[in-house]
C-alpha cells in the first residue's frame, strides 16, 4: 500500500487529498494497480410454496353430513269420526334431531342428495280436553323422514350455506321397551335452514347449523281419521365431508 497526493481544483482552491490504492508488482517490474475483489454474491434461499390437491377447501364432488341438533318440539293430533269428543291433542316437550345426508355437487358450490332426518320429541307433555298430561320417561313422539335435498354455498370456498329438503315422513310413538305405534300417519315433510362449515381439513368441515322442520302425516281407517302435524326448529351442530 502507498499514498498518492491527488490535487483538485474545486472553486478556485486547491484541495490536497490522498487516496490508497492496492498495488501488485508486474513482470516488467512496474508497479500496476489491482482492483479490489468483487463482493461474494448474496443467497436468498426462498421457502418452498405451499400446494393443495385440486378440490381443497372448495365445495365440490361427492358431499356427506353428519349433524345432532337440539330444540323445542310440539305437535297437534285431530281424530275425527266416530264419535270423537275431544278431537284435538297437543304435544310438547324437547326434542332432539339427527340426520345423515348424501350427495354431490354437478358444479362447485350447488349439492343435490338424499338422507334420512329423525326428530323425537322426548317424554312430551300432553294437553288433551283441558288437562296436561305427562308421558313416561322413556316415551318419545317421533318424526322419521326420507328425502331429497338441495344445497347452496353462494360461494364455494366458504362455509355459509342454505338449505332445503322434501321428503316422506312417518309419524310414530315409541317407549323404552323398544316398542313403537302401529297405524301410523304419513305425509310429506318439508325442511329448511341455514348453516356455516369452518373449514378443519382440506375436504372436512364443522359448524352450526339452524333450520325448521314440517310434517303433516294422517292415517284413516273405520271412519275415523288421524291427522297429526309436527314443527321443529333445531340448532344442531354439524360435520361436512365435501
Keep these: 500500500m502507498k499514498l498518492r497526493a491527488l490535487k483538485l481544483a474545486v472553486g478556485g482552491c486547491i484541495i490536497i487529498t490522498t487516496t490508497h490504492l492496492a498495488i501488485a508488482q508486474t513482470d516488467s517490474g512496474q508497479l500496476a494497480s489491482e482492483p479490489a475483489p468483487p463482493p461474494p454474491p448474496t443467497v436468498i434461499i426462498m421457502p418452498p ?3 393443495r390437491s385440486p378440490g381443497a377447501r372448495l365445495h365440490d364432488g361427492f358431499y356427506m353430513r353428519l349433524s345432532l341438533g337440539v330444540g323445542p318440539g310440539s305437535a297437534t293430533e285431530n281424530v275425527t269420526g266416530l264419535g270423537a269428543t275431544n278431537p284435538e ?8 334431531m339427527f340426520d345423515a345426508l348424501f350427495g354431490g355437487s354437478p358444479t362447485p ?4 342428495g338424499g338422507g334420512l332426518v329423525s326428530h323425537r320429541i322426548l317424554s312430551p307433555s300432553v294437553k288433551w280436553g283441558g288437562q296436561t298430561l305427562e308421558t313416561g320417561d322413556n316415551v318419545s313422539l317421533n318424526l322419521t323422514t326420507f328425502g331429497l335435498f ?12 342454505l338449505h332445503l329438503l322434501v321428503g316422506y315422513a312417518v ?4 317407549n323404552g321397551n323398544n316398542e313403537t305405534s302401529s297405524n301410523n300417519p304419513v305425509g310429506p315433510a318439508f325442511m329448511g335452514g341455514v348453516g356455516y362449515d369452518f373449514w378443519v381439513g382440506d375436504q372436512w368441515s364443522i359448524g352450526p ?13 273405520g271412519g275415523a281419521k ?10 344442531s351442530f354439524t360435520a361436512t365431508y365435501h
Excluded at 109 to 112: P, S
Excluded at 150 to 161: L, W
Excluded at 171 to 174: D, K, L, M, N, V
Design 209 to 221: 347449523d339452524f333450520r325448521v322442520a314440517y310434517s303433516k302425516g294422517t292415517y284413516e281407517r
Design 49 to 51: 410454496a405451499a400446494t
Design 109 to 112: 358450490g350447488f349439492v343435490l
Design 89 to 96: 291433542i297437543k304435544y310438547s316437550g324437547f326434542s332432539a
Design 150 to 161: 338441495t344445497a347452496v354455498y353462494p360461494d364455494p370456498t366458504i362455509g355459509f350455506n
Design 171 to 174: 309419524i310414530s310413538a315409541s
Design 226 to 235: 288421524d291427522s297429526v302435524s309436527m314443527f321443529f326448529p333445531t340448532l
